[in-house]
C-alpha cells in the first residue's frame, strides 16, 4: 500500500512542475524583424541572414515556425525580409 501512495504522490509532483508558459520571457531577448508586408516577427536567434538563404526559425510571436527569405531588390535599392509559413494551413 505504501508504493501505491509513494507512486501516486511521484506522479503528483511530476505532473505538477510542468508549465506551460504562453506569455513572452522578458529576459530573453529577442530579434525582431519586419518582413516586407511590415509585419514583426520575433525569433530567438543569433543568426546573420544572408542574402538568398532559407531559414526556418520558430517566431514567438506568432508561435509558428516560419521560412525567412533576405532578398535584395534592384528597383528600390533595398534589402527585404520575405516570411511564409513553414508548414500552409
Given at each position: 500500500m505504501?508504493?501505491?501512495?509513494?507512486?501516486?504522490?511521484?506522479l503528483?509532483?511530476?505532473?505538477g512542475?510542468?508549465?506551460?508558459?504562453?506569455?513572452?520571457?522578458n529576459?530573453?531577448?529577442?530579434?525582431p524583424?519586419?518582413d516586407?508586408s511590415k509585419?514583426?516577427?520575433?525569433?530567438n536567434?543569433?543568426?546573420?541572414?544572408?542574402?538568398?538563404?532559407?531559414?526556418?526559425?520558430?517566431c514567438?510571436?506568432?508561435?509558428?515556425?516560419?521560412?525567412?527569405?533576405?532578398?535584395?531588390?534592384?528597383?528600390?535599392?533595398s534589402?527585404?525580409?520575405?516570411v511564409?509559413?513553414?508548414w500552409?494551413?
Amino acid at each position: 500500500m505504501k508504493w501505491v501512495h509513494l507512486i501516486i504522490f511521484s506522479l503528483i509532483i511530476a505532473c505538477g512542475t510542468i508549465n506551460i508558459n504562453q506569455d513572452w520571457d522578458n529576459k530573453t531577448i529577442y530579434n525582431p524583424i519586419v518582413d516586407r508586408s511590415k509585419r514583426i516577427h520575433d525569433y530567438n536567434t543569433s543568426i546573420k541572414f544572408e542574402l538568398h538563404n532559407d531559414y526556418s526559425l520558430y517566431c514567438i510571436r506568432h508561435q509558428t515556425w516560419e521560412m525567412i527569405t533576405l532578398s535584395y531588390y534592384k528597383s528600390t535599392d533595398s534589402v527585404q525580409y520575405i516570411v511564409r509559413d513553414a508548414w500552409p494551413k
